[in-house]
């Protein structure tokens, strides 16, 4: 696995852990659908630059592809405003190891069967393991 990358999901992760950080305080302030607004409004606003400058110009039309693929995005509004409304409630770290063993089990579903034209890749033991120590690091967090 290239090091790069791995740095570069490590950099994400932080930077998911950051926006609970700032969603939950900013939600009590304006509200938490205006957080999620915002929020998804400076990310828009950003891509749409990084569109201009950095998109091949001859690429397919988004309109173009299969409507089940544009469903990530009613995904990540969820995700956000479930992030600003349950941070200020059970903290950021509770909230982000919630947040990881859903995402590892899901993924670890999505891998096993290759869904959504993914590469398939089979689930074993140790992945379980893995999972299962997460799922113990959420409960121990939480009881503490």
């Given at each position: 696995?290239?090091?790069?990358?791995?740095l570069?999901?490590?950099?994400?992760?932080?930077?998911?852990?950051?926006?609970?950080?700032?969603?939950?305080?900013?939600?009590?302030?304006?509200?938490?659908?205006?957080?999620?607004?915002?929020?998804?409004?400076?990310?828009?606003?950003l891509?749409?630059?990084?569109?201009l400058?950095f998109?091949?110009?001859?690429?397919?039309s988004?309109?173009?592809?299969?409507r089940?693929?544009?469903?990530?995005?009613?995904?990540?509004?969820?995700?956000?405003?479930?992030?600003?409304?349950?941070?200020?409630?059970?903290?950021?770290?509770?909230?982000?190891?919630?947040?990881?063993?859903?995402?590892?089990?899901q993924?670890?579903?999505?891998?096993?069967?290759?869904?959504?034209?993914?590469v398939?890749?089979?689930?074993?033991?140790?992945?379980?393991?893995?999972?299962?120590?997460?799922?113990?690091?959420?409960?121990?967090?939480?009881?503490?």
């Amino acid at each position: 696995m290239p090091l790069l990358f791995l740095l570069l999901v490590i950099l994400g992760g932080m930077g998911l852990s950051t926006e609970a950080g700032l969603l939950g305080p900013l939600g009590s302030k304006v509200g938490d659908l205006w957080a999620t607004l915002s929020i998804f409004g400076v990310g828009s606003a950003l891509t749409f630059l990084l569109m201009l400058f950095f998109s091949p110009r001859n690429s397919p039309s988004l309109l173009q592809q299969p409507r089940g693929q544009l469903i990530g995005g009613l995904l990540g509004a969820g995700y956000v405003i479930i992030l600003t409304v349950a941070t200020p409630v059970i903290g950021i770290a509770i909230t982000m190891i919630g947040i990881l063993a859903g995402q590892i089990f899901q993924s670890l579903v999505i891998d096993h069967f290759g869904m959504f034209g993914n590469v398939r890749r089979k689930t074993n033991s140790k992945r379980i393991i893995a999972l299962c120590f997460i799922v113990a690091a959420l409960f121990f967090m939480a009881r503490g």
